[in-house]
């Protein structure tokens, strides 16, 4: 039986169904490059608006439901021991049932907070703080998001606590040809407060905040 997310063929992308106004908003880069720092800066500055979410959610939720624990509790394990578990279960699933597995989930999370009489109406922008693999960077263009892609060279990101054991797996890899990002920004000799005003910038130019 195939497990939640799978469809029965290839995913066809398409407009996501939702009663709000809504805005997606990619951040690509290596790990320890400044995504999540980004993302929680909109959040903070937006906290109506902006609403952070990620391709490996699903992913932990699984891994940690295989291990026997709750969620929480997966994310106590330090990143750097569980990353090898859990990059090997993401690329596992996309091998299995396809690349746009864990598209598929993402984008089905979005479309239920989008269609839950609970969750606010309005405007609403999805920051996606994990994005490693074209094919989600199709996604997001497709649906008329925003893709920004954050560099920081190898030294710098292990000086901040990335593992050089895990710097060339696929999803560390896999969008280092393209180019096609609405900005690109160097993490490394930029402080996060200017990188974080920088994308601002286009975000208000394209009123997406």
């Avoid at 400044?34 to 800066?41: Q, S, Y």
């Avoid at 999805?126 to 892609?149: A, H, L, M, Q």
Wanted: charged share 25%; aromatic share 10%; glycine share 6%.
């Amino acid at each position: 039986m195939k497990p939640a997310y799978v469809v029965a063929e290839r995913m066809i992308y398409r407009p996501m169904k939702s009663r709000n106004h809504m805005e997606i908003v990619g951040l690509c880069g290596n790990m320890k490059s400044g995504k999540t720092t980004i993302a929680n800066m909109l959040k903070y500055n937006y906290p109506d608006k902006i609403i952070i979410m990620s391709f490996a959610y699903a992913v932990r939720q699984q891994v940690a439901s295989g291990m026997g624990i709750t969620y929480n509790e997966l994310l106590d394990i330090p990143k750097n021991t569980v990353r090898p578990i859990l990059q090997a279960w993401g690329n596992q699933m996309r091998e299995i049932w396809g690349e746009d597995y864990w598209v598929e989930a993402l984008q089905q999370e979005i479309e239920y907070l989008g269609g839950n009489r609970a969750f606010p109406t309005g405007n609403v922008v999805y920051v996606i703080d994990d994005v490693r693999y074209i094919n989600e960077v199709e996604w997001i263009i497709d649906n008329g998001g925003y893709v920004f892609r954050l560099n920081c060279d190898e030294e710098t990101r292990v000086a901040r606590g990335a593992d050089p054991q895990h710097l060339h797996h696929k999803s560390e890899t896999d969008l280092d040809n393209f180019y096609s990002y609405h900005l690109e920004l160097d993490t490394a000799n930029t402080p996060p407060e200017l990188v974080y005003l920088k994308i601002l910038e286009v975000l208000k130019d394209g009123e997406i905040v």
